[in-house]
């Protein structure tokens, strides 16, 4: 928690050095279980709530904090349902195509522990319209911090999306993407597909819900402990 707010703290200071106010946005997720969201590699079996704050700049510029926690008592702290997200990046446009890039500190699940057994992880998000859909870009590069008991690795992965608005109160989202895993933290290298479907209902200009959210993951040429799963979520999102 005190990571947490001094991190908050540096937001805000940020804020002020940058000069322009800007928008902030507070989010939350309740899920099933958590898997990563670029593999499918299942973290924790553990039903978990992962709150999200994010602080965006006109010029692109933005700071993100995330955290996860399990639903349950008593749940060890050493399972990954506990985990504490750092993060800064940049979104916007070039040549008609949404990048977003960032760079984000995983602390887990050894909480306030910087260096025990954490990753930085750097991601580059890129995506172009065509015709009725957008085709999308992604890659993952997780580099274990020295001493971890992790291994780092990366993934590249391709897919489609789109999102369509019904009455100016309901949008579906809708995205599937294969991602190829070189095989890090002694997984098998080979392809998974993530399919997600959500619907979003608008309740004020600036509160909206989440319900319901599902994510499908499917291992194509891996052959680890991934198996076709399905993680149901709920969320909100208020804009402040």
Do not use: C
Request: proline share 4%; glycine share 10%; hydrophobic share 40%.
């Amino acid at each position: 928690m005190k990571n947490i707010i001094a991190f908050i703290t540096l937001i805000t200071v940020f804020a002020q050095f940058v000069g322009a106010k800007p928008s902030v946005t507070l989010s939350a997720e309740a899920s099933t279980r958590y898997f990563t969201f670029d593999s499918g590699a299942p973290l924790s079996d553990e039903k978990v709530i992962q709150p999200n704050l994010n602080v965006a700049w006109e010029n692109g510029l933005y700071l993100n904090v995330f955290a996860s926690r399990p639903l349950a008592r008593n749940v060890p702290k050493s399972d990954f349902s506990f985990e504490n997200d750092f993060g800064i990046g940049w979104a916007g446009e070039f040549d008609y195509w949404s990048l977003d890039v960032s760079l984000t500190y995983y602390d887990e699940p050894s909480l306030g522990k910087f260096g025990a057994d954490d990753i930085w992880f750097s991601n580059l998000k890129a995506s172009h319209g065509f015709g009725p859909v957008n085709l999308d870009f992604e890659y993952g590069g997780y580099t274990a911090v020295k001493g971890s008991s992790h291994e780092g690795g990366h993934i590249l992965s391709v897919g489609l999306s789109k999102e369509i608005d019904y009455q100016e109160r309901l949008s579906i989202g809708s995205s599937t993407k294969f991602a190829y895993d070189d095989g890090g933290f002694g997984l098998d290298n080979g392809f998974v597909s993530i399919t997600e479907l959500e619907a979003k209902w608008k309740v004020t200009k600036r509160i909206s819900i989440t319900l319901p959210k599902v994510a499908l993951y499917v291992p194509v040429t891996v052959r680890d402990m991934r198996k076709t799963e399905v993680v149901w979520s709920m969320g909100f999102e208020i804009k402040l």
